[in-house]
């Protein structure tokens, strides 16, 4: 690993800490953080599984990662992503990336860095500074800190805006009510301060914040100004088919704040419980070697069943073609390759439960072609084809396709249930296949 550039110590402090106390973190003259130790859960514990440095004066800078000895001398340690960071003792550059892809899924997306950046818009944020601003809630098993002697700590800038930061809060009445503000552009210093601490880490670009409710953790998702139906119901609706149709589903519950609902999700990357342990976490574009922020690719998902199977993945190809498929019967033309994800759990690497799934009855095609020689465009018989290249046999792709148009077809008792209005069902009414007879 090439040395770290020249450096002063900054002394920052961990969230809610006093001014001047705390770990030092290792930063640039620009104060720009230049090295960050990568922890891991293993064992029952965060032990010290590499670092990050940084170089370069941009704005975005350029990192490497390499493991720590100590790390590659465990009983059991697990690569952190099997494809792009083996276990092997030579550094990994970021490039063109910021960082290996494996840190982005471990880092906020769109909503979170929009958090961040309104939080403190007077530091310059990058890949490092929002990885080392967020806590042991993230996603996945990863942390950070200033050094393997401190353990994981949060950075927090020397700014103003959040100098005496609130308390944890889980009052969901509070969260939507600062989500909203910040979605509209109105978020005031305290909105920012509470949505710091429970959405600063947090992925994908919808509002959203970790939250602890009847004693587990669950992700909320909030409405948005921009939404044409009531998405977080719809969206419950259509995890409610998932499930119908045997795939593995998260707990999920529609919770109502004053007019407006929420969707809580249980958290599938931790163990069950508010204390529970962390599952390793890698997204289908970082096992693909796919752009953190891109949207568009040309892969597919008979790639993504290659690539599970790699990792070891059992029944990887049956398994992208119930996603395959359910994505085609729900019009979910959203499926992205962040929204396909990969479990470390048990000591063996499964597809994560199915999450964000809601119909776009405005697009007709998906992100990922179904494979090669097949057109993305929304169609089920087109995605169904996708059986021969992913060799599947005819009869057991027809089982499996069976089996989900059964459960679509219930996809209007399922928002009865969840309480979508009728205008809301009329809305989509165009949205799906003819064929699972979709009446408002």
């Not at 931790?270 to 070697?289: E, I, K, M, V």
């Amino acid at each position: 690993m090439p040395p770290i550039p020249s450096v002063r110590t900054w002394r920052s402090r961990p969230a809610g800490s006093a001014r001047g106390a705390g770990p030092v973190w290792r930063t640039s003259r620009a104060g720009r953080l230049d090295r960050l130790v990568v922890f891991r859960w293993q064992g029952g514990g965060y032990v010290p599984a590499g670092e990050l440095t940084f170089e370069g004066a941009g704005e975005k800078r350029i990192g490497r990662f390499g493991y720590a000895r100590s790390y590659l001398a465990l009983d059991g340690a697990r690569a952190i992503d099997p494809l792009g960071l083996p276990l092997v003792r030579r550094s990994f550059p970021g490039s063109p990336e910021e960082l290996p892809l494996a840190f982005h899924d471990a880092g906020p997306d769109g909503w979170g860095k929009q958090v961040l950046q309104r939080a403190f818009p007077r530091t310059v944020l990058s890949m490092p500074e929002y990885l080392a601003l967020g806590g042991m809630d993230r996603t996945g098993d990863l942390a950070f800190g200033p050094s393997p002697e401190s353990g994981p700590q949060s950075w927090v800038p020397d700014e103003e805006p959040l100098v005496a930061l609130p308390g944890v809060s889980d009052d969901l009445d509070a969260l939507m009510a600062a989500a909203s503000s910040v979605d509209a552009g109105e978020g005031a210093k305290h909105h920012l301060a509470l949505l710091f601490r429970k959405s600063g880490d947090v992925g994908g670009a919808r509002p959203k914040a970790r939250i602890r409710h009847a004693g587990r953790q669950w992700i909320a998702k909030f409405p948005t100004t921009m939404d044409r139906f009531d998405d977080p119901r719809v969206e419950a609706a259509c995890l409610d088919v998932a499930e119908a149709a045997g795939l593995p589903v998260p707990d999920r519950l529609i919770v109502e704040v004053g007019e407006r609902a929420a969707l809580l999700v249980e958290r599938f990357d931790r163990a069950s419980g508010t204390g529970g342990r962390p599952f390793g976490y890698l997204s289908a574009a970082t096992l693909l070697n796919q752009p953190s922020t891109g949207y568009g690719t040309q892969r597919t998902y008979s790639d993504i069943a290659e690539a599970a199977r790699r990792i070891g993945v059992r029944d990887a190809a049956e398994q992208a073609f119930e996603r395959l498929l359910l994505n085609a019967f729900l019009h979910n033309t959203d499926d992205h390759l962040r929204n396909h994800g990969f479990l470390d759990r048990c000591g063996r690497w499964e597809f994560s439960p199915v999450f964000d799934v809601v119909p776009h009855p405005g697009m007709r095609r998906h992100v990922c072609a179904p494979a090669n020689g097949i057109g993305p465009a929304w169609d089920v018989e087109e995605a169904f084809r996708a059986h021969v290249p992913l060799k599947i046999g005819i009869a057991d792709a027809g089982a499996i396709r069976d089996r989900i148009h059964a459960a679509a077809s219930r996809l209007p008792e399922f928002m009865v249930a969840r309480k979508v209005v009728k205008a809301d069902r009329e809305y989509l009414r165009d949205a799906f296949p003819k064929s699972i007879g979709f009446k408002p």
